[in-house]
């Protein structure tokens, strides 16, 4: 089945201690991105991938880092992380950053930094 | 990218087809019309995407009007799964980052 795979889908981190969050689609897709929702605030860019070793910031990248060291794994690496970045993320992916392709989106991961 | 307005909310009933209204007024010649849902904090879903004619697909139907400036969604025969918010998003394919700019959407209950 085509999907985009997040894990973990839930996690409670304390303040400061390095985490990592992964992303892995079995579609080939080139383009790859990750979101954060906050209520009120909505979905926001954070980091996305046009292809392999080519990542850029999106709306709001402090505080995170990402790498595409191969086309199906987007990681989001929280290097320090601290209470504003409680939030529900998502990955996703396209077939391409171009053109007209449509997303596919993981399930979730829900994250608490206390 | 053009913005767009949705209602905050709105009711269907069930079995009965849903129209989801969106107005883009400053859309531009390059921009596409997409619409994507979310059922409760899952990831959101594509459902179809269009530049000038109306498009049907499985899930939905997309009429575009003329002038470009407001598009419709069409829920065939709504159903309970379909509650869900759903968002009207504008894109210009120039460019390379390949994002989506989410606003509030628009909560669709769907009501039996």
């Known amino acids: 089945e085509a999907q985009v795979t997040q894990n973990p889908r839930y996690l409670i981190t304390v303040t400061g201690k390095k985490l990592t969050v992964t992303c892995s689609q079995n579609m080939n897709h080139e383009y790859m991105s990750w979101y954060r929702q906050d209520p009120g605030l909505g979905l926001r860019q954070i980091y996305y991938s046009m292809n ?13 880092k990402v790498s595409r060291k191969e086309k199906r794994n987007f990681p989001l690496i929280l290097e320090s992380p601290s209470p504003n970045q409680t939030s529900l993320y998502f990955c996703a992916s396209s077939l391409s950053g171009q053109g007209f392709y449509g997303y596919t989106f993981g399930s979730g991961t829900r994250l608490t930094v206390v | 990218d053009a913005k767009t307005t949705q209602p905050p909310s709105m009711d269907c009933a069930e079995g009965r087809a849903a129209n989801l209204p969106c107005n883009h007024s400053t859309i531009s ?12 904090s ?12 109306n498009e049907t697909n499985e899930m939905a139907s997309l009429i575009i009007t003329e002038d470009r400036k407001s598009s419709t969604l069409i829920l065939p025969h709504a ?24 606003g509030k959407g628009n909560q669709v209950v769907v009501i039996p």
């Open chain 1, 52 to 64: 392999v070793e080519v990542t850029d910031k999106g709306d709001v990248p402090e505080g995170y």
């Open chain 2, 29 to 40: 010649g390059n921009e596409y019309v997409y619409w994507y849902r979310q059922i409760h």
């Open chain 2, 42 to 53: 899952q990831g959101p879903q594509y459902i179809i995407h269009g530049l000038k004619n």
């Open chain 2, 79 to 102: 159903t309970l799964r379909d509650t869900a918010v759903y968002y009207c998003i504008v894109r210009s394919l120039l460019g390379g980052n390949n994002r989506l700019a989410f």
